[in-house]
């Protein structure tokens, strides 16, 4: 039998809790595993001996402690098939659900907090980072509803590696207000970390939008706040609030500015606005913003977004 090598580009989903990891990338100076060590880690296992995998790429590299609902890779697998009796196994081993199975039992017999949601076929031109059409993050907040109400120092032991817990409240609808002024396609350099190696500044945000636990849900804000079980177990004195981001793409660290700008301007003890925001953008000086980034537990990676119909892969 003439030996035979198929390779399979696989386009794979990750959901996983940022606190037990130093981010997405490998660092050789942190003390905790990267989550792309571990997703390596978990291939090796799952292709043996008579398999590879190579060219993983993730859509989008998350800094230590932020969360993913999905985040994205791409990457090939290959293996040689040895006899013809083996034909059934070699075909199993590329079979989509096998590999998220495989994976799955991988990544849980040491890293529960990794999870592979999807797996899918994509043909070899696929790129999970560069034909990504648009990425939409959440982040949430937790404050008291006023000043008169219980503060959140009860909530630190079971939300503070999740959500940014605030000892004051804020006020939503300036952070609203003050954020119209963010929408459209813009340079965002006052909002790029100093460390950002993006060539160009220039994003478009789509969309921001706001989930509050004290207004009445729509079917979609409840869809979103149920993702990260924000409804259940709080104190009726506890306001959570939920951003939801939408852009082509995101600077290092764009997102927790933004929030920790938002924040800033809408505690009440800040002169900051919509126009004051707006004079922040046009600075397109990152030294200049006094607002610190907000902190990265409360930032998820909520899906990223690709154009099927254009890259005429059927969407599973």
Known sequence: LKMKIRTERYLIGIQYVGSHYSGWAFNNEAKLPSIVSIIEEAFKKYVGRRGNFSNLIGSSRTDAGVHALRNTIHVDISRQLTSSSAEDTFNN?????????GL??????????IYITDVQSVPQSFHARYDAVSRTYLYRIMCPVNHNSLNC????LFHTDRSYILRYPIDLNKMRNASNCLIGEMDFSSFRNSTCQSNSPIRNVKEITFYSSLEDESADSRSNMNKLNMTSLLDPNVHVI???????SFLQKMVRNIVGALVHSSNGQSQCNLETLSRLLALKDRSKVMARPAPPQGLYLADVHYDWD????PKT
Do not use: E, G, P, R
Request: charged share 20%; proline share 0%; no cysteine.
């Open 93 to 101: 081993f590329f079979d989509t659900n096998a590999l998220k199975q």
């Open 104 to 113: 799955n039992y991988f990544l849980h017999t040491k890293h529960s907090h």
């Open 153 to 156: 120092s009860n909530l630190a």
């Open 242 to 248: 939920t951003m939801k981001i939408v852009a082509d």
């Open 310 to 313: 254009a890259l005429k892969v």
